[in-house]
């Protein structure tokens, strides 16, 4: 699916007389020639891999197999459900399920690319906290992820969704984007609401930097995805307040790309730079690989 902007997805939909997930589901169509029924099916079967890949990370309490991480989103749910987090429960659950469904990335389980690996926490932690939350449908759910899957075409159309292209902002900063404008759909915000939030997310993450520790993605990308999934539903929200992004969302998403041509190399995935060689990052890198002075 190539749609080449936000705009022209607002106004195609518009122009048509629908809403923005039959637009984008149209779009899908036209291009690979699989039928709508076929496309939802998939897209329900999609989320249903999602689930399960957050129901087994809350309950794994064990390290990755790098002993880099584990156990963080058993933690955190845990801490969750005792009632003390200083967050709302709807917050703290897509906190849990974001860091989960990376967990489960790190300990090799079956997930979802959301846009990419590294951050296939963020749509799925944003959406299913969602759902239980206000009690929305799996068909409610399906629509809204083929919202965001209409803004990680243009996303990657325009600019992209590679760490090693255009740093973590290409790959966290996306997935904050789609989950911020799927959640305003969800919550019956209008389009130029849902496309608001979008940008506000991504405007957000500008810059960030993909320095994961011993080449892995594990460290930061982790904790990373918890805390943009907490940022996609701050956008979101702030979007339902009918705050815009002054810069258009097409233009953000332009800004991102240019930002990532100039970052460094070193922290473009390559693990040269950043937290990948702090002391402590270069010393789990000997650690995990057996290098020796």
């Known amino acids: 699916m190539k749609i080449p902007s936000i705009q022209s997805m607002l106004d195609g939909a518009h122009g048509n007389h629908q809403t923005l997930w039959q637009y984008v589901l149209q779009s899908e169509f036209l291009d690979s020639g699989v039928p709508a029924e076929k496309l939802i099916e998939r897209v329900l079967s999609t989320y249903s891999i999602m689930k399960k890949a957050v129901e087994n990370g809350i309950r794994e309490n064990g390290p990755s197999l790098?002993?880099?991480?584990?156990?963080?989103?058993?933690?955190?749910?845990?801490?969750?459900?005792?009632?003390?987090?200083l967050l709302s429960s709807f917050n703290a659950r897509a906190i849990a399920y974001a860091i989960a469904t990376n967990e489960q990335n790190a300990s090799m389980g079956v997930i979802v690319a959301a846009p990419t690996a590294g951050a296939s926490g963020i749509l799925p932690g944003v959406l299913i906290a969602a759902q239980q939350e206000f009690g929305f449908s799996d068909e409610d759910i399906v629509h809204s992820l083929i919202v965001a899957s209409g803004i990680g075409a243009v996303i990657a159309t325009r600019a992209t969704v590679s760490g090693a292209a255009g740093g973590?902002?290409?790959?966290?900063?996306?997935?904050?984007?789609?989950?911020?404008?799927?959640?305003?759909?969800?919550?019956?915000?209008?389009?130029?609401?849902?496309?608001?939030?979008?940008?506000?997310?991504?405007?957000?993450?500008?810059?960030?930097?993909?320095?994961?520790?011993?080449?892995?993605?594990?460290?930061?990308?982790?904790?990373?995805?918890?805390?943009?999934?907490?940022?996609?539903?701050?956008?979101?929200?702030?979007?339902?307040?009918?705050?815009?992004?002054?810069?258009?969302?097409?233009?953000?998403?332009?800004?991102?790309?240019?930002?990532?041509?100039?970052?460094?190399?070193?922290?473009?995935?390559t693990a040269?730079?950043?937290?990948?060689?702090?002391?402590?990052?270069?010393?789990?890198?000997?650690?995990?690989f057996g290098i020796k002075e």
């Open 272 to 288: 040269e730079g950043g937290l990948a060689i702090t002391p402590t990052g270069i010393e789990a890198k000997k650690r995990i």
């Open 66 to 85: 790098s002993g880099l991480t584990g156990g963080d989103a058993f933690k955190y749910n845990t801490y969750m459900i005792s009632g003390r987090s």
């Open 168 to 269: 973590c902002q290409a790959e966290v900063g996306s997935a904050a984007s789609m989950a911020a404008g799927a959640l305003t759909f969800l919550l019956g915000g209008n389009d130029e609401q849902v496309v608001h939030a979008s940008a506000l997310a991504l405007k957000n993450s500008l810059g960030l930097a993909c320095d994961p520790v011993a080449g892995l993605v594990e460290v930061p990308c982790i904790k990373r995805n918890g805390v943009y999934a907490s940022m996609a539903i701050t956008a979101c929200d702030m979007a339902l307040a009918g705050i815009k992004s002054v810069i258009p969302p097409d233009e953000v998403i332009d800004a991102m790309f240019q930002i990532g041509s100039i970052l460094p190399s070193s922290i473009r995935e």
